[in-house]
């Protein structure tokens, strides 16, 4: 019995098995209903194949269709593959690069064969094609076995196999990495660090869809080849698809670019890469929300502060930004450029400067500026502030990234026993404000990163410190998502991350806090404490929107373009069905106007329905509208957006209801 391997399974119970069973063997010893439903096991908290042999004693716990995240991983990662082997079947002389699996799918990149000489990428209408092949591989259901390979034995197989992508990459794997592949049956394999299910039949071939085309650059790189990736979406049944496909549908008519355009809210354009144009329909709402912002952290006791955009590198060296995030940052020479002859546009003893990425280093100058004393903490910074970051070309989306924009910044300077109350009043006020805005949301710990300044205390006591703050205001709790995220904290500091739910079930990562003893101690911030010493103070990062830029785009798509009266730039328009209500439609507009409401007028020859039509693509709450009747009765028929009927009020009656529905929650009693 000594050299049988003992397996504890998740109830206790334990199992002496020899070296090489594997899972799916333990679960046939266990029951016939287990061995069919496994696909695969964690083996230590590791997901791998049910039919990896077991080497050493371990605990393992069965992978069925009801461990749904771990059931999702295993099929992303087979559809990738199968996609891959359908398209070198239908297309040969294709090489085969790289294929994850994806948060509700999994992508494919390829090089497609030249034909005629000419590259020939792919395009969506080879995916029904594709989409048959991989079906019919399905079918087949070939099993999938993994091999571990030598590294040259390996390299050579791809070369001679004209996969010259796939020899780069074994060969600049690192040193003491087993490669392993996976073969597909006898007659096709990939390079893979798996797990995969034990074959593919075990995928509904109902389940999946592939769904666009686009290219990308082998690494990510633009120096480096061109591919085409093709992108799918895979579940586990039909039915998973399908609510899927409607979420992907729904997501799609609300997506904030589209309705931005049709709202003319903002554009984009290539002059200005990764920078909004807000045309004043869009600004009116980012000024809402500014005000509303500025209300709020008046109340909380910040005080609002405006920093410089550019800022000397030596400055973020001393801060740790140019030694960890360079790459991400506009560096600029501090000179004049020559322009008086052909030499180089800026000398080689150019001194150098940075757009600022965050505001969290030009705070501490701020801090720094005079003797603090510890009776004068806790100081609270507040910015507005406009920051630069950049961000690869692909990697730019609408409003949800880009490359200059606005964070509501604030730094919290506090003493050692400020913190957890510090912390917890930030808890209760962003709740606050999400719930102003309709959100329910998700709290989570970020916890120390493999790549990080501070020592282990310092680390343990920030970390506890947020775990404390949170609970404290009693969000720590199943009901508030709260969950512990090892290795996801900042360089610098652990951080709290607030994850919004809209309201097609999306998540979205956007207000975070973070406790922070790394940047005072480099920046040199410090404080004269009760005993007359200097003390360093700990600094708070915290955010609630992230960035008015991402929060409008997430506002935009939570509510399909129909905002809150508060926040919609034009919250009512007078509208006329005849032009003898022309002269009474301009004394509404002006009643209302003066009451606060942002009202326009649309007097054209056009007909009603026209103009219902033309304002709820815009997005307007409240079209009223005014013909003869109402000119002499000095009514209006009001009529909400979305609502077929409508109803005929006195002037002053809609006038006092619109006023009621343009204050911002925090103005209500």
């Not at 507005?384 to 950049?390: E, F, I, L, P, S």
């Not at 990562?509 to 004269?528: C, H």
Request: net charge negative.
């Amino acid at each position: 019995m000594s050299d049988m391997l003992t397996i504890t399974l998740p109830d206790g119970s334990a199992r002496e098995v020899a070296p090489g069973t594997t899972p799916a063997a333990i679960a046939a010893a266990i029951g016939p209903g287990l061995a069919k439903a496994a696909i695969g096991a964690r083996v230590d908290g590791e997901l791998v194949d049910i039919t990896r042999p077991l080497l050493h004693d371990a605990q393992l716990s069965l992978v069925t269709a009801r461990d749904e995240a771990d059931a999702l991983e295993l099929a992303r990662h087979d559809f990738a593959h199968i996609l891959a082997e359908a398209v070198q079947a239908l297309f040969p002389g294709t090489q085969i690069t790289f294929g994850p699996s994806t948060d509700d799918g999994f992508y494919y990149d390829f090089a497609p064969p030249k034909i005629d000489g000419r590259d020939r990428p792919f395009t969506e209408d080879d995916l029904p094609a594709i989409e048959a092949e991989m079906r019919r591989l399905i079918a087949a259901d070939k099993p999938l076995r993994r091999e571990v390979w030598a590294r040259e034995d390996l390299i050579a197989r791809w070369q001679a196999s004209g996969e010259t992508f796939k020899a780069q990459w074994a060969a600049e794997l690192p040193d003491g990495d087993e490669l392993t592949i996976y073969w597909s049956g006898d007659d096709w394999f990939d390079m893979c660090r798996g797990p995969h299910l034990a074959s593919t039949g075990k995928l509904d071939p109902a389940a999946f869809k592939l769904t666009r085309v686009s290219g990308a650059y082998w690494r990510g790189d633009q120096k480096n080849a061109m591919l085409s990736r093709i992108y799918g979406t895979g579940w586990l049944n039909k039915k998973q698809l399908d609510a899927h496909l409607l979420r992907v549908e729904e997501a799609t008519r609300r997506d904030h670019r589209k309705l931005g355009a049709e709202m003319d809210l903002f554009h984009l354009q290539a002059e200005a890469h990764g920078s909004v144009f807000w045309h004043p329909k869009g600004y009116r709402i980012w000024r809402e929300l500014e005000a509303y912002m500025r209300r709020a952290i008046d109340g909380a006791g910040y005080r609002e502060v405006k920093t410089p955009q550019v800022m000397d590198a030596r400055q973020w060296e001393a801060s740790g930004h140019w030694g960890k995030y360079r790459e991400n940052m506009f560096v600029i020479p501090d000179e004049v450029p020559n322009v008086a002859d052909e030499g180089p546009l800026v000398s080689d003893d150019a001194q150098w400067m940075a757009l600022k990425p965050m505001n969290c280093p030009a705070h501490v100058l701020i801090f720094r500026q005079g003797i603090k004393s510890y009776r004068e903490l806790p100081l609270r910074f507040y910015e507005n502030g406009c920051c630069h970051r950049n961000e690869p070309h692909g990697a730019l989306h609408g409003l949800m990234r880009v490359r200059q924009f606005t964070q509501d910044d604030a730094h919290i300077f506090a003493r050692e026993d400020q913190i957890v109350e510090e912390v917890k009043n930030f808890c209760e006020l962003a709740d606050r404000i999400y719930k102003d805005f309709g959100f329910t949301y998700a709290i989570k710990l970020a916890l120390r990163p493999e790549k990080r300044f501070g020592s282990e205390a310092m680390w343990d006591i920030a970390e506890e410190e947020l775990r404390q703050a949170v609970a404290t205001a009693g969000l720590a709790t199943p009901e508030y998502g709260w969950e512990e995220l090892p290795g996801e904290g900042a360089f610098y500091a652990p951080k709290l991350e607030w994850h919004l739910t809209d309201a097609i079930g999306r998540t979205w990562q956007v207000g975070t806090m973070q406790s922070d003893r790394v940047m005072p101690e480099r920046l040199d911030a410090s404080y004269i404490a009760e005993d007359g010493e200097r003390h360093r103070p700990v600094m708070l990062h915290r955010a609630i929107f992230g960035s008015y830029e991402r929060f409008i785009g997430i506002l935009i798509e939570h509510f399909a373009g129909r905002l809150p009266v508060w926040l919609s730039p034009v919250q009512a328009v007078v509208a006329t069905i005849v032009s003898d209500a022309d002269d009474y439609a301009q004394i509404a507009v002006a009643q209302l106007a003066a009451a606060g409401i942002r009202v326009e007028a649309d007097l054209r020859n056009e007909k009603i329905n026209y103009k219902v039509r033309e304002h709820s693509l815009q997005k307007v709450p409240y079209l009223l509208v005014v013909g003869k009747r109402e000119a002499d009765e000095g009514t209006v028929a009001i009529r909400r957006l979305g609502e077929q009927q409508q109803r005929v009020v006195p002037l002053a009656e809609a006038i006092a209801m619109l006023k009621a529905e343009a204050l911002a929650p925090d103005l209500r009693a």
